[in-house]
């Protein structure tokens, strides 16, 4: 008995001085990656002899941290804009348009860059939201309301206009796509859209768009924004899909809308997306296709991004500086986008008399001229979307897409 008791203190022990030199062993490794790292920084020229004597002790040390500094280097240059010369990117931009015109589906991707030039700021740019969070700043988005349509968004919605543009997939929230008259069937709005509030409580889902940006006070699966569906008296709830959320609307997501645009597309064009948000949705990339089988890829995007590899051709350059080459190769005109023809005000709901203060955001403002003669009483009613606008049967398959949704 009192044998195994010294037995269980000895083994006690032995663990216990185990440990303490493993503690020991990792606090001098510690000292000598610091070391090693110090003698690192310093010009060859500068070290004495007894610290480059330590590098030859420590070789294993000094090659991992030289393997650590390459991969910091790599991250950087990742994460650096590229511009290609004037020539190239025309080069490039001409093989750009033969393949549009080529395509018998072309779906287009769009992220963060297309909206740069409506002063929106992207996610990872130098000036993005994300590398701006990463060093510790404020953002502010308060002017997102007044942003309008770019030239990319303008001349998308007339490619399509043209046939050459079947579907578009954004990820973005600014509404701008809509804003640029491009038809609801052919879009999707993957992560939502920040003029849309609905009721998830009517069936079909009840939509009010807004010329205001709806999620105020919303956040990361707080969705509630305070105001009320008229119908049936529920909170409304923005459309809004943070990171490390699943997006289950039909609208303005249309998610459905995207796979099928995916499964059929042959050519896919990406516009100023990092892609790091997209590439998870597989199903968006075909990749349980054989290589050679999935739709042929094109990238615009001034830094990299992980579907680079995989790309037919990866153009650096600005959205709307390709694009107006783009249109040029084409032989179409860019489409000036009009505020008179924003069907955000044809679909807007507005607001009941209690809800005018429910709000402090900027209101997208009417042209002047948009209130003459169009006091009809019916248009003024808040707008049941019932297909239209909202479209598309949001009942069947309801079940079936929590599953779907990437
Ligand atoms: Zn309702």
């Known amino acids: 008995m009192a044998e195994e008791q010294d037995a269980g203190v000895s083994s006690r022990a032995q663990r216990k001085a185990l440990s303490k030199a493993k503690i020991l062993q990792r606090e001098s490794e510690r000292e000598v990656f610091r070391l090693v790292g110090r003698v690192l920084k310093k010009p060859e020229s500068e070290r004495s002899e007894e610290e480059a004597a330590a590098l030859l002790l420590h070789r294993d040390t000094v090659e991992e941290l030289c393997k650590r500094q390459v991969r910091r280097n790599v991250l950087k240059r990742k994460q650096e804009e590229v511009f290609d010369g004037v020539d190239e990117l025309k080069n490039k931009v001409r093989q750009l348009a033969v393949a549009v015109k080529q395509a018998s589906h072309l779906v287009v991707y769009t ?62 929230c600014d509404g701008l796509h809509l804003r640029s008259s491009l038809p609801r069937h052919a879009l999707s709005e993957l992560h939502g859209n920040m003029f849309i509030e609905v009721c998830t409580s ?96 094109y990238i615009v995007n001034l830094q990299w991004t992980p579907k680079d590899d995989l790309a037919v051709l990866k153009i650096h350059g600005k959205c709307d500086d390709v694009m107006r080459l783009l249109m040029e190769e084409l032989n179409l005109q860019i489409p000036a986008y009009n505020r008179g023809d924003d069907p955000i005000f ?57 599953k779907k949704v990437a």
Request: proline share 6%.
């Open 111 to 172: 992220g963060a860059g297309i909206s740069t030039a409506a002063s929106i700021p992207d996610y990872r740019g130098p000036n993005g939201v994300w590398t701006q969070l990463q060093k510790g700043r404020a953002i502010s988005s308060s002017d997102l309301s007044k942003a309008e349509p770019t030239l990319t968004h303008m001349c998308i919605k007339m490619l399509h206009k043209e046939k050459l543009v079947k579907h578009v997939v954004s990820q973005n």
């Open 202 to 297: 009517c069936s079909p889902v009840r939509e009010y768009v807004r010329l205001f940006d709806v999620t105020e006070r919303t956040s990361l699966h707080r969705h509630g924004t305070g105001r009320k569906c008229s119908h049936c008296g529920s909170e409304l709830r923005d459309t809004i899909v943070h990171f490390g959320e699943r997006g289950t609307l039909e609208q303005p997501l249309n998610w459905r809308g995207a796979t099928e645009a995916a499964k059929m597309a042959d050519v896919i064009l990406c516009l100023g997306s990092s892609l790091k948000v997209l590439k998870k949705y597989t199903n968006l990339w075909c990749m349980n296709r054989p290589a050679s089988k999935r739709p042929k890829l």
């Open 346 to 402: 044809a679909l807007a709901t507005p607001l009941q008399l209690e809800e005018v203060q429910s709000h402090s955001r900027e209101v997208i403002a009417p042209p002047d001229d948009q209130n003459d003669g169009s006091d009809d009483p019916e248009e003024q009613k808040p707008t049941s979307v019932q297909g239209g606008w909202f479209g598309r049967g949001y009942g069947k398959g309801r079940q079936k897409k929590k």
